[in-house]
């Protein structure tokens, strides 16, 4: 079956550092890939997403990268900020390449300091 | 336009009693999703609904796990009886079509002592 797997967190860094979560997946046929964000006491959002090889989703400062060849999905952003802090997730959606059911990682927290 | 919205926020109960948990999902929206969301197991889907009907129920964990859509706007997760091992928050969504994102409700945070 499909899974994601995250890098651990928590993650800590400080205001403007460069950050990297890793996601890799394991999926038959060509699955759509997204990353979520939850902020804390609240629901997940769309961050951004990739439909199929190389290319390349980005919103708010933060990009990701469809790499079939590595199975690989990274959220990375070149300066973080306080407001960024919140718990990050993976995520691909089923064989048929349909949005309509995800397979989510265990989620990355993120936490940013002043 | 309004989200999709769950209610109640916060319910705590005691082992054995019945939990209903609400959903009103953004209209327009064909598919509703439940998820279940605990530390050690981190986001699963229950089960999704696609014009009410329930297309995929193969993540509800056992028979005391029920849920409906009666209509368009509204769809229920009921627990019945409830354990302690159901606390955990669960999260509604929904999506137009195959190719829109899913949008996600805050959530029921549910405790059963």
């Known amino acids: 079956g499909n899974s994601v797997t995250q890098m651990e967190g928590p993650v800590t860094l400080s205001e403007e550092a460069f950050l990297t979560i890793n996601c890799t997946y394991t999926?038959?046929?060509?699955?759509?890939l997204f990353w979520y964000v939850q902020y804390p006491g609240e629901g997940l959002q769309l961050l951004l997403k990739?439909?199929?090889?190389?290319d390349k989703g980005s919103n708010k400062g933060f990009e990701a990268t469809y790499r079939k060849e590595t199975t690989s999905f990274h959220l990375e952003k070149g300066s973080v900020q306080v407001s960024d802090s919140a718990v990050y997730f993976c995520a691909l959606s089923d064989i048929g390449g349909s949005n309509y059911k995800l397979t989510f990682g265990k989620g990355t927290l993120l936490t940013v300091n002043p | 336009d309004a989200g999709v919205i769950q209610s109640p926020r916060h319910e705590v109960t005691e082992m054995g009693q019945e939990v209903t948990l609400r959903c009103k999902p953004i209209s327009g929206h064909d598919y509703l999703f439940w998820y279940r969301q605990t530390m050690m197991r981190g986001l699963e889907l229950l089960i999704y609904?696609?014009?009410?009907?329930?297309?995929?129920d193969s993540g509800m964990p056992e028979d005391r796990f029920s849920a409906k859509m009666p209509n368009a706007s509204f769809s229920t997760l009921k627990i019945q009886p409830s354990e302690p091992r159901d606390s955990a928050v669960y999260f509604c969504a929904s999506t137009r079509s195959s190719n829109q994102p899913q949008h996600f409700g805050d959530g029921t945070r549910l405790s059963i002592l």
């Open positions: 999926a038959t046929g060509y699955p759509s």
């Open positions: 609904f696609n014009n009410n009907v329930p297309i995929d």
């Open positions: 990739a439909t199929k090889a190389d």
